[in-house]
């Protein structure tokens, strides 16, 4: 068998993105501390009306879920976070079954017609947003219960003012 590799170069300018660093480009999705929330970034405690930030826990890594254990350093709220990310098994409509990690428990997100249209406004499709409402289902501690984001529901506004506080 014979390896073949490929020389790829990648220009490095300043002419494409953001003039300001801290300025996500146009059509970016909001929260990108979620979206990263494998990275370095420390996320913010999705409790309501809570200012911590979230620290891996003493207990850490279960290798049986595939999740680390989040603390927040101010209300000790507990919630998770999948090392891999959360996997789109498969939709139907605007139903997503979500797993992560090694685990066999899924999140289902369901997402209304309505919230869907708003948050194209800000440039997030739906897959994106069904994506990032289960990585924020396990930051609030839900492993398996159903994330339904429609408009009159309790889930929806605390999604919605997670991603709008500074």
């Known amino acids: 068998m014979v390896q073949r590799t490929a020389e790829v170069t990648v220009p ?11 300025e996500p480009p146009a059509g970016a999705v ?3 501390d979620l979206v990263a929330s494998n990275g370095p970034t420390p ?3 999705p409790t ?4 911590g930030l979230l ?12 999740l680390d254990v989040l603390v927040c ?5 507990r919630g998770f976070r999948s090392r891999e990310g959360v996997i789109l098994l498969f939709r139907g409509g605007y139903e997503f079954k979500f797993s992560y990690g090694p685990s066999l428990q899924t999140i289902t997100v369901v997402l209304s017609s309505a919230s869907v ?5 800000h440039g ?15 930051l609030c501690g839900n492993t398996t219960k159903r994330v339904h984001l429609g408009i009159p529901a309790e889930e929806f506004a605390d999604f919605y003012l997670y991603f709008c506080q500074k």
């Open 55 to 66: 620290s891996t826990d003493a207990s850490g890594y279960d290798p049986y879920t595939g």
């Open 73 to 77: 350093t101010q209300c000790k709220h």
């Open 43 to 45: 996320l913010r405690c």
């Open 30 to 32: 909001p929260g990108p």
């Open 124 to 138: 997030v499709n739906d897959e994106q947003l069904a994506k990032i409402a289960a990585e924020w289902s396990l």
């Open 12 to 22: 490095h300018d300043n002419s494409s993105g953001p003039t300001d660093p801290k």
């Open 117 to 121: 249209n708003l948050w194209s406004t």
């Open 48 to 51: 309501h009306k809570c200012n």
